[in-house]
């Protein structure tokens, strides 16, 4: 009898010990979570969490990683080892895809140096090579030596005003071709401009193959030229008026030898890559077209809202209606 009292006595002490009210339940429940999540960051922190950099050094070299990988991928492919490269004599302006490659660049980098070039780009001393995003310093380094180029510009040439122009024919040149002293020569022959070819328009003092490439092309988007003053919208030689005026007198135009492009039957893919037209102005075309027949005449594309004045008096020469 004494021993049951004695254990129902035992029980009761241990119900009256985890004997709660609500408010204690609630705070036992907070305090359990939190340890629980106390728990949780320290598994974190020990044993699961990826290991990071903390050293110095470490740190250093992750990023110079990081420097190389960026520069990797402005373009596609990292740059050569260094012992593969064979250095020889060379002038970076117009060389080769091929003879990049062979001083440790890839094509896609060489690629980015032309694309500079076609752009009115033009490499006068070390330095300007040296600029090049995709040039790596060290690589740079190894060509120093090699590059067929002076290392500035000053003292070289004297003042600005009797440099070389900036595609590379002097003006004293021109002006030696010219003037009096060469009254008795043969006169330059005029190039027309719709029919030449590179070699044409390199033959011109005043045109090398940078800028002749960059005519070409242009000529390619806009159909032909219709008047010499269309030369200014090439873009090597946008701001260039000392350059434009000098070629005026040593090429001409041939209108007749423009493509014009067929209004009523042309699609908005025919139209939209000329340069005076446009995606959002072709599409605009072709659908004024359908809703309102055939154009009676090329006059007729104004009634396209989008077509303003000026460039509908830039397109007549560029566009006809099919009889």
């Known amino acids: ?16 010990l985890f004997a709660m009210h609500r408010g204690e339940r609630r705070g036992f429940t907070v305090l359990l979570m939190a340890c629980l999540l106390a728990a949780a960051w320290v598994t974190w922190e020990q044993w699961i969490r990826p290991n990071t950099l ?25 740059f050569r080892p260094r012992k593969d490269v ?6 970076p302006n117009d060389l080769p895809v091929e003879k990049w490659v062979e001083l440790g660049l890839t094509e896609r980098q060489a690629g980015a140096i032309h694309r500079f070039e076609e752009r009115g780009g033009q490499f006068r001393t070390k330095a300007d090579v040296r600029k090049m995003r995709v040039v790596d310093p060290e690589l740079f380094a190894l060509w120093a030596p090699y590059i ?25 040149s021109a002006r030696k071709q010219n003037g009096p002293a060469n009254s008795g020569r043969t006169p330059l022959a005029v190039v027309e401009l ?52 000098m070629l005026r007198g040593r090429l001409t135009v041939n209108p007749g030898l423009v493509h014009r492009i067929a209004l009523n039957s042309a699609t908005a893919e025919q139209l939209g890559p000329h340069p005076y037209i446009g995606w959002k102005v072709a599409r605009a075309l072709v659908a004024y077209r359908a809703q309102h ?31």
């Open 194 to 245: 719709n029919a030449a070819d590179s070699a044409s328009l390199v033959a011109v003092p005043g045109i090398g193959p940078a800028f002749a490439r960059s005519i070409l092309r242009y000529r390619e988007r806009l159909g032909g030229f219709a008047n010499m003053d269309q030369l200014a919208e090439v873009p090597i030689l946008r701001n260039k008026p000392d350059a434009l005026a």
């Open 86 to 91: 064979q250095p020889f004599n060379f002038d």
């Open 54 to 78: 903390s050293d110095k050094d470490q740190l250093e070299v992750a990023w110079r990683q990081l420097q190389q990988d960026s520069l990797s991928g402005v373009t596609g492919v990292a």
């Open 1 to 16: 009898m004494a021993r049951q009292y004695r254990d129902r006595s035992l029980r009761e002490e241990l119900k009256d």
């Open 148 to 172: 067929q180029l002076p290392d500035s510009l000053a003292g070289r040439e004297g003042p600005k005003k009797d440099r070389e122009w900036e595609w590379g024919h002097p003006k004293d």
């Open 293 to 323: 027949g055939p154009f009676k005449q090329v006059e007729n594309i104004s009634g396209c809202a989008l077509v303003t004045d000026s460039m509908r008096v830039r397109l007549v020469p560029y566009l006809m209606v099919e009889e």
